[in-house]
């Protein structure tokens, strides 16, 4: 059993930055494919940015550029640091980990962009 605990989200004005935390727990860190996700009111949870256990990342399109995801073995964490934000990408934003065939969430952070 993997446990996930996001923070570090909060309110942001557009063009503004945040850095979100996953810690993990239960589990041998580095053996997770690590990844972040987002859902927005009414709409589909989303893909947002993958990390594999190699440190090789992954992002949707639209992210590439603004958001990095990283990882620290040593302390099992992954981040998401994200620029440039808009108002489009308030969402709930959950830390993801796979280890095949299981798959484990956290209970979400809250991201509002909002002036």
């Known amino acids: 059993q993997v446990q996930l605990v996001e923070s570090g989200g909060g309110l942001v004005q557009p063009g503004g930055s945040l850095r979100l935390s996953c810690a993990a727990s239960?589990?041998?860190?580095?053996?997770?494919?690590m990844a972040w996700y987002r859902q927005a009111p009414g709409k589909q949870r989303e893909f947002v940015a993958a990390?594999?256990?190699?440190?090789?990342?992954n992002y949707l399109d639209s992210m590439k550029g603004r958001f990095t995801i990283s990882r620290d073995n040593a302390k099992n964490m992954v981040y998401l640091e994200m620029n440039s934000l808009k108002p489009e990408d308030t969402a709930v934003y959950y830390c993801?980990?796979?280890?095949?065939?299981?798959?484990?969430w956290g209970q979400g952070t809250q991201v509002t962009v909002s002036s």
């Open positions: 993801n980990a796979r280890r095949f065939p299981d798959e484990y």
């Open positions: 239960g589990s041998i860190f580095s053996n997770l494919h």
């Open positions: 990390i594999t256990t190699g440190s090789i990342p």
